[in-house]
């Protein structure tokens, strides 16, 4: 099983996200889940690729040209692939991965989990989508995708497509249960 895993390339404020990523490193590698991420040595990518690798499990890179061409990339990568652009990354990220996760991030974190759930809405993929929502990270999130509900511009189905943890095992164990959603996004 292969996960990619969307998380900043910041470290965050306070350890809290370092211990999280380091964490769901670990995790991943003792339950033999092949990590995929967007292959820098930067913030909690770098974490969580550390934890994985020092556990012993594997860490496939996947990285725009340009990043590697500032020397961004990670050095100790078990599959490394180099693409043109970030689009082509997130493409090639959802090819190879069985699931997705979401660590805390900024914006290109949260269009990567935004872009996985209108895929899995609109057929694209029958894959599950993980929140790790380390020390309440996305609870404003989860309140904005209920003001969506209660507005009416979300069918309330759709909001179970992702599954949300605060704990790197449970989360990992409701992937291997995972039973998507069925009912189209417009019926």
Not at 165 to 178: E, M
Request: proline share 5%; glycine share 12%; net charge neutral.
């Amino acid at each position: 099983m292969k996960i990619a895993v969307f998380c900043g390339s910041n470290f965050g404020k306070g350890d809290i996200y370092r211990h999280a990523a380091a964490a769901l490193g670990r995790a991943l590698a003792e339950q033999r889940i092949e990590l995929v991420f967007g292959g820098t040595s930067k913030g909690l990518m770098k974490i969580v690729a550390d934890a994985a690798l020092e556990a012993g499990g594997r860490a496939h890179g996947i990285i725009p040209r340009l990043l590697v061409e500032k020397g961004q990339q990670y050095p100790n990568l078990t599959e490394a692939e180099i693409v043109d652009t970030r689009s082509a990354r997130k493409l090639r990220m959802a090819a190879v991965s069985d699931g997705f996760i979401a660590m805390p991030g900024g914006v290109g974190t949260v269009e990567e989990l935004f872009e996985m759930w209108v895929d899995a809405q609109f057929d694209g993929h029958k894959k599950p989508l993980g929140l790790y929502n380390v020390g309440g990270f996305y609870d404003n999130l989860l309140r904005f995708i209920d003001d969506m509900i209660e507005h009416g511009f979300l069918p309330p189905q759709q909001k179970g497509m992702i599954i949300v943890q605060s704990d790197p095992r449970p989360l990992l164990q409701a992937f291997r249960t995972f039973t998507p959603v069925t009912t189209p996004k417009w019926m």
